[in-house]
């Protein structure tokens, strides 16, 4: 099993070939790591730099403009992009002019340090200054080094479309917040992004409304937590709102009623739900729509109240399996994942035995573990010692990592001898014979394609399975 995959893998941006509006002559290779947000701001960047004309390429060698969308979220995270850095400077050799510029959140970590520390970079931006980048591009080609990573509290980018970068043009990510207000102590992620705001909710309808007619059948929305979502208008930020007027706001739940609502063949999930702010509300409309896909991404960070009380994560191991009961209860056969840190500061290992009794007690489908990586600046490197030695974090990973995939099969084993509705996404890896979707728990289904295709529902009947594939035949 992947134990880093989404969060960390150095999956390529694929920029597609698109006609721009009034073509600039130069050409953009945009490369995206980190999480589903980092990827869905790259399609804002795509978006904002076609308009001015670029056209897109997927080899940065003939690339006029080289972005990397960055991570910081663990030192892995960013050594990856130092790598990738190096391949970057080849092109300045037989392209002196090229633009090299590194976007995200490693990008506002380091700030103007990244442009001393890697001479060759050209451009340094932070999530919230992507609309400056046309600016920017022009500075950066008259010779000058071009920097912004000025955070906002207002900016979603609400009014920009994004350029679906997408393999599948079935699935669609759309963020409905930025920033995240929590600092979970390990967490760099309120440096790189800022404070907290939520979109406009018409906005955020109207870019399912226009995702569905592209063709899509699915939308993620996208939040670091997204139970906190609350739209007032006005722009008053939710500690100053009064009882009344946090009455006439939109909040998640609401919000997702009203996603659910666009079309009924449009799928529905979210990604990440906070355990401590998570509500029935919540779990009750997912219940009341069928297209509100039963999968819930619930992280824990830990099964130990000690150390999560140190991660101030807001909550004790009783609340979350309060919460897990909650979503058993309303949502019966509701799959549901994690996140899993292993060796936090102080972490013993009656806090790992902690750790493996909760995740049996849940049974995980599915799980993201990580070994803990200091952060600078966070709570967690200011207040304690990363005491846990490196080799025993990695083993307390590797028996979480071997826990999970005895609880995937199981979980994968019971969706055995059912009919399930899957959402195709194109053809399974091994044969174009066969074809793949998800069915509404997240698990991935491949059958024989007959006259099937993308973005067609089809009832499979499961008869078999790998450890974490449905295998089956449309009935
Ligand atoms: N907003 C989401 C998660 C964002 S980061 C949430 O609150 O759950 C994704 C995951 O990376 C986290 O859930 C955590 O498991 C992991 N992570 C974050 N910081 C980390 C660190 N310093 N070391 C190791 N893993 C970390
Ligand atoms: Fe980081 Fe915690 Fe915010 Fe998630 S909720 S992004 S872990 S600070
Ligand atoms: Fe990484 Fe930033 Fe996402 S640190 S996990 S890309 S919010």
Not at 161 to 174: M, T
Not at 225 to 236: A, I, K, R
């Amino acid at each position: 099993m992947e134990t880093e995959k989404i969060i960390d893998e150095s999956v390529q941006g694929e920029a597609l070939l698109m006609p721009s509006k009034i073509p600039n002559g130069k050409k953009l290779f945009l490369e995206s790591y980190g999480c589903q947000m980092n990827f869905s701001d790259s399609e804002i960047v795509a978006s904002i730099l076609i308009d001015k004309g670029f056209t897109t390429t997927q080899n940065f060698e003939e690339a006029d403009v080289i972005f990397v969308n960055t991570c910081a979220i663990r030192d892995n995270a960013e050594n990856r992009v130092r790598q990738r850095l190096q391949d970057y400077k080849r092109v300045k050799r037989h392209n002196p002019d090229a633009v090299i510029g590194v976007l995200g959140c490693m990008a506002e970590r380091l700030k103007s340090q990244f442009l001393e520390e890697e001479k060759l970079v050209d451009l340094v931006v932070g999530p919230d200054a992507y609309r400056d980048l046309p600016n920017l591009i022009e500075q950066a080609e008259s010779g000058q080094k071009a920097i912004n990573v000025i955070l906002s509290k207002e900016e979603t980018y609400a009014d920009i479309a994004p350029l679906r970068l997408d393999k599948n043009g079935v699935s669609a990510f759309v963020s409905i917040m930025r920033g995240c207000d929590n600092m979970c102590s390990f967490c760099v992620v309120p440096f790189t992004r800022g404070r907290e705001r939520s979109r406009d909710p018409e906005s955020i309808l109207k870019e399912c409304r226009d995702a569905f007619e592209a063709g899509y059948r699915e939308v993620t929305l996208l939040g670091q937590n997204v139970d906190s979502y609350l739209y007032s208008g006005g722009g008053l930020k939710k500690e100053k709102l009064t009882e009344e007027q946090k009455l006439a706001s939109v909040n998640f739940a609401q919000l997702l009623d009203k996603v659910a609502l666009v079309n009924p063949d449009l799928r529905v999930r979210f990604s990440t739900s906070h355990p401590k702010d998570m509500t029935d509300d919540v779990l009750e409309v997912m219940a009341k729509h069928e297209n509100i896909c039963n999968n819930i991404h619930l992280p824990v960070q830990s099964g130990s109240s000690k150390v999560l009380e140190m991660m101030n994560r807001g909550y004790t191991r009783e609340w979350y399996l309060d919460r897990i009961a909650a979503i058993r209860h309303i949502i019966p056969g509701c799959g549901i994942s994690t996140d899993i840190i292993t060796g936090f500061c102080g972490e013993t290992d009656e806090d790992q035995q902690l750790t493996l009794s909760l995740m049996q007690e849940v049974g995980y489908d599915f799980a993201f573990m990580f070994a803990y990586s200091e952060r600078p600046k966070t709570l967690a490197e200011r207040k304690y010692k990363d005491d846990v030695p490196e080799p025993v974090k990695m083993k307390r990973l590797q028996e979480v990592v071997a826990l999970q995939r005895q609880l995937s099969e199981a979980a994968t084993k019971k969706q055995v001898g059912y009919v399930h509705k899957v959402l195709i996404e194109g053809f399974s890896k091994k044969s174009e014979d066969m074809l793949m979707g998800r069915n509404s728990q997240n698990s991935v289904v491949v059958f024989p394609k007959l006259h099937y295709k993308k973005g067609d529902y089809v009832n499979v009947m499961v008869s078999s399975c790998t450890s974490s594939t449905l295998i089956g035949e449309v009935v």
